[in-house]
């Protein structure tokens, strides 16, 4: 790509052509949305596997600024941890993302799998959101949608790195250095956004909270049928680590969890503190095997795969075994739905609220009334 970001809609950055698939051998549509889809596809010229977002030009009349947004957010980042942009085209009609592929699969899923799962486990994983997101605030890039859906691993070894996926919410922090728009899902959100309080890259650390909280019990810290009344929870901070769930989990995981679930987001640990945090950076985090427990707790609360998904992680790695190509891969933009539940410790909703910039996925749970996102 000739220049740096901020060019016009029409700047040099985008590749002109006239039919993508002379260029790309499409295969597996692996997500579709309400305006776009994202398709696995084989570039023709080197055999390489990539996911490309497809948007209709028609979709994008008065939210060229929402693309043109996501575009500068990915186009400016480069990081081991972070699915990448690898190219743009454009035809007369459509609007083409070319980006890594991931063939690991979801977060979830394969800690499900797992025979054997540990705080340590937990921490290494958390670990290398941490770098990630330190990364994006370093940026001045938030990406206030963090949750385990847009979490999805590289390969599918067993020690494969983790992806952040989805920037459609990203946003690139202004010189006042917060931001206003309600944005992000839910059951993962910070209490200043539902509060309408400006906010500023806090909100991040405050996701990767939940996230590690998920990863040590199964289930999240706050859930509710009643919306309202999930929100009141949020935001008040008003979390348990419950007996027994919690029972054989370190007091050092415990006080990591509640130095980024902290409600004041002045008080809330950022990216650096929690990297230094002695259950990330020393060896407080167990080895005690919790996969039973928390294997358990994840298949009653986020049985994704057995529902509709807006990515398709299964088909990626069900093509790259068909093509003995398992492991050679990056990472895509898309990730999956989660549903709710309607039992009494559930998933968290993941529908994303109020939210101007391009949503990268369509998620909303069976009989949602949160209207179609644009999506991957």
């Known amino acids: 790509m000739a220049k740096e970001n901020g060019e016009s809609s029409d700047g040099s950055w985008k590749k002109h052509v006239d039919d993508i698939k002379k260029i790309f051998d499409f295969k597996e549509v692996l997500g579709t949305g309400a305006f ?4 696995m596809a084989r570039e023709k010229a080197t055999g390489k596997m990539v996911a490309i977002k497809c948007i209709p030009k028609k979709a994008l009349k008065g939210k060229e600024t929402s693309i043109e947004n996501e575009i500068a957010v990915l186009r400016k980042i480069k990081h081991e941890n972070i699915v990448a942009l690898e190219d743009i085209y454009e035809s007369s009609n459509h609007l083409y993302l070319i980006m890594q592929l991931v063939s690991g699969g979801e977060l979830f899923d394969r800690i499900v799998e797992k025979g054997f799962y540990t705080e340590m486990d937990a921490s290494r994983l958390i670990r290398q959101v941490l770098d990630a997101v330190n990364y994006l605030h370093s940026m001045g890039i938030v990406h206030r949608d963090l949750k385990p859906e847009n979490l999805l691993y590289f390969s599918p070894h067993d020690d494969s790195k983790i992806m952040i996926s989805d920037f ?25 956004v539902l509060a309408q309080k400006p906010y500023s890259k806090a909100v991040d650390c405050w996701s990767i909270g939940v996230i590690a909280y998920i990863l040590l019990c199964g289930y999240p810290p706050f859930y509710d049928e009643n919306d309202s009344k999930l929100f009141e929870q949020i935001l008040k901070a008003d979390y348990e680590f419950d007996a027994p769930y919690w029972d054989d989990i370190s007091d050092s995981a415990k006080d990591f969890i509640s130095c980024l679930m902290e409600k004041d987001p002045e008080k809330r640990f950022t990216c650096d503190q929690a990297l230094q945090h002695p259950w990330i950076a020393g060896d407080t985090a167990l080895c005690k095997n919790i996969h039973e427990s928390v294997s358990r707790q994840m298949r009653k609360n986020f049985a994704k795969s057995k529902w509709r998904q807006a990515f398709n992680a299964t088909a990626v790695i069900r093509h790259m075994r068909r093509l003995q190509l398992g492991t050679s891969f990056g990472s895509s933009i898309s990730s999956s739905s989660s549903v709710s539940s309607s039992q009494s410790r559930g998933p968290a909703k993941s529908q994303s609220v109020d939210c101007a910039p391009l949503s990268l996925k369509d998620c909303d749970p069976p009989n949602s009334s949160t209207s179609p996102q644009i999506t991957s």
Do not use: D, F, I, R
């Open 168 to 192: 459609g919410l990203s946003k690139m922090e202004g010189t006042g250095g917060v931001m206003a728009t309600a944005c992000g899902t839910p059951g993962y959100v910070a209490p200043e």
């Open 36 to 39: 776009s889809e994202v398709v």
